[in-house]
């Protein structure tokens, strides 16, 4: 089973996975949590629930460190991970076991943001939480706003320099009160 949690910064996805990891280990099950390496061995939501995470930069390393047991995975941040290769992780997995993908599904240019929107028609499960916008309060962004400069952002990847993390740099906005970036 594949289920997507996706939305703005600060939306609780990763709040999300805490609780149905939570709720799994209730039931006895297996899990493992992945997540990209700019976690630090886990992942914490804004509120502080944290889970230790297996951080690996491929999804090839994902699937290399799977327990043979594992009944659920969750990956945090799954929009920096390989498009295509999240995408054949997941259809060859989906089966196997309940998969669980959290992540952006735009960047703050408003463009698809790696294999999120994509895996969200696949899945069985689609859970889209929306943010406090930054700007006018209200329970309405779907959207990650840049608001400094790119100087004073640190980029991922060198493919990609518009892909950064500087939370302190970035914050929720709905649709109304978004500007595109520079």
């Not at 959207?143 to 980029?155: G, L, N, V």
């Amino acid at each position: 089973m594949l289920e997507i949690i996706t939305g703005a910064m600060a939306s609780g996805k990763t709040w999300l996975i805490y609780k149905k990891l939570s709720d799994a280990k209730l039931m006895g099950k297996n899990v493992q949590v992945f997540a990209y390496p700019v976690h630090d061995g886990q992942v914490v939501s804004r509120i502080g629930f944290k889970s230790d995470a297996i951080t690996v930069p491929t999804v090839a390393e994902i699937e290399a460190n799977l327990k043979p047991k594992v009944e659920l995975i969750a990956v945090d941040d799954a929009q920096l991970f390989d498009k295509n290769d999240l995408i054949s992780f997941c259809n060859r997995w989906r089966n196997k076991m309940h998969i669980i993908i959290a992540g952006l599904q735009m960047n703050s240019f408003a463009e698809k943001f790696g294999a999120i929107i994509d895996l969200m028609g696949r899945a069985e499960y689609v859970t889209v939480l929306l943010g406090v916008c930054e700007k006018c309060k209200q329970q309405t962004a779907i959207i990650s706003q840049r608001y400094r400069d790119s100087a004073h952002t640190i980029p991922i990847t060198a493919e990609d320099p518009r892909i950064e993390l500087r939370k302190e740099f970035y914050a929720p906005s709905c649709w109304n009160c978004y500007v595109p970036p520079q």
